[in-house]
């Protein structure tokens, strides 16, 4: 019964010798809401990784649970929403699944129905009146496959395997369809709660950015100011465009930043994101400074500064045109001028199909 925390993963470079860990299964990192699911009959419960009920948000998977997973049983895994693009198969959109947490039921049926999302399972904690915490990955991967086989969506089982060259491969290649990367579990490991016992694989890459402004540490104060994250940008028909955050300093280092800033400081008007000013509140576009159903209540004003440095940084991937996740700094580069940091430095990752993936396009050999 819940509340029930998830089994979490440690980061790890490249894949990792199965040998060395007594055996390892590979499966892809999907790029969604954490999602345990509970079922009794027709009673199903959603929740995520922090144990916050997410069932009223997903009413679609809600109905698919009923209808596709066994009549009792507890399952770990992945909500997810794909998106379909224009000439493109479809991939996963997080923002899009980001826009389902509201408080409108008539917003979340519509939703629900213009980009429905799906579930895809990968570790299994009970199935009747059996757990399965205490025993091993194999015996849950094993019952998992026995009692999910043949689901064709919105709930799936994700497709594992033992080879590392192969688990390298999908590293490579689904990336393109909106993916993480790769998640390796110790075939012998029980389902520890809360405990780093998995094994995560990401990209990591390196952009140099321009940086357009910061914004000042919730703990920062007139007497004592703190750099709480940079925020960065890049060029595209020569304008600048908000590209994502650099964050994670230690204290000293923050009040250094916020000095060594201080010249760099100008109005918004001079600013090339001035014409934003007009959206200090929420705003669709999540252009600088503005505020989105997630960021209620935090204070998301910006201090804009002249864009004349640059910075390298490093960051996972992409989603649309921004970084998925916080940008990490590794240097700055005064050797760089900011007008010739665009987009097409960033690696574009090859388009893969997800149906491929979730093991329903018909022309997939292993569908």
């Not at 948000?57 to 997973?69: D, G, I, N, S």
């Amino acid at each position: 019964m819940p509340p029930v925390r998830p089994m979490l993963a440690k980061p790890v470079k490249g894949i990792p010798d199965p040998a060395k860990h007594g055996g390892l299964s590979f499966e892809p990192k999907w790029d969604g809401f954490r999602c345990l699911v509970f079922k009794d009959g027709d009673e199903v419960e959603l929740a995520s990784r922090n144990t916050k009920p997410l069932t009223r948000y997903f009413p679609e998977v809600v109905a698919a649970a009923r209808e596709q997973l066994p009549d009792r049983c507890v399952l770990d895994g992945e909500l997810f929403v794909a998106v379909e693009q224009p000439g493109r198969t479809p991939r996963l959109e997080f923002e899009v699944l980001q826009e389902r947490i509201h408080p409108a039921a008539s917003r979340i049926e519509m939703l629900a129905e213009k980009t429905p999302a799906g579930f895809v399972a990968f570790d299994l904690l009970a199935l009747g009146d059996t757990s399965y915490v205490d025993r091993p990955f194999s015996e849950r991967r094993t019952a998992l496959e026995e009692s999910l086989g043949g689901l064709t969506g919105p709930c799936y089982l994700t497709r594992t395997t033992s080879d590392p060259a192969e688990a390298e491969a999908w590293f490579e290649q689904f990336e393109g369809a909106g993916l993480d990367g790769v998640i390796a579990k110790p075939l012998g490991a029980t389902y520890e709660q809360n405990a780093r016992t998995m094994l995560k694989i990401k990209h990591s890459r390196t952009a140099d950015v321009v940086l357009a402004g910061y914004r000042e540490h919730k703990t920062s104060t007139p007497e004592a100011p703190l750099l709480g994250s940079l925020l960065l940008g890049l060029y595209a028909d020569g304008e600048l465009q908000h590209i994502g955050v650099s964050a994670s300093f230690t204290a000293a280092r923050r009040a250094e930043l916020i000095a060594e800033l201080q010249p760099l400081v100008c109005d918004i008007a001079d600013h090339p994101w001035g014409r934003w000013n007009e959206f200090l509140t929420a705003n669709p576009d999540r252009v600088p400074g503005t505020q989105s159903r997630w960021s209620a209540g935090k204070d998301l004003s910006f201090t804009p500064l002249r864009p004349e440095r640059v910075l390298e940084v490093g960051y996972d991937h992409m989603e649309g045109r921004r970084f998925r996740h916080t940008a990490q700094f590794k240097r700055w580069r005064p050797d760089r001028d900011p007008e010739s940091c665009g987009y097409d430095q960033l690696e574009e990752p090859v388009s893969y199909d997800l149906g491929r993936i979730l093991g329903i396009s018909a022309d997939d050999p292993e569908a």
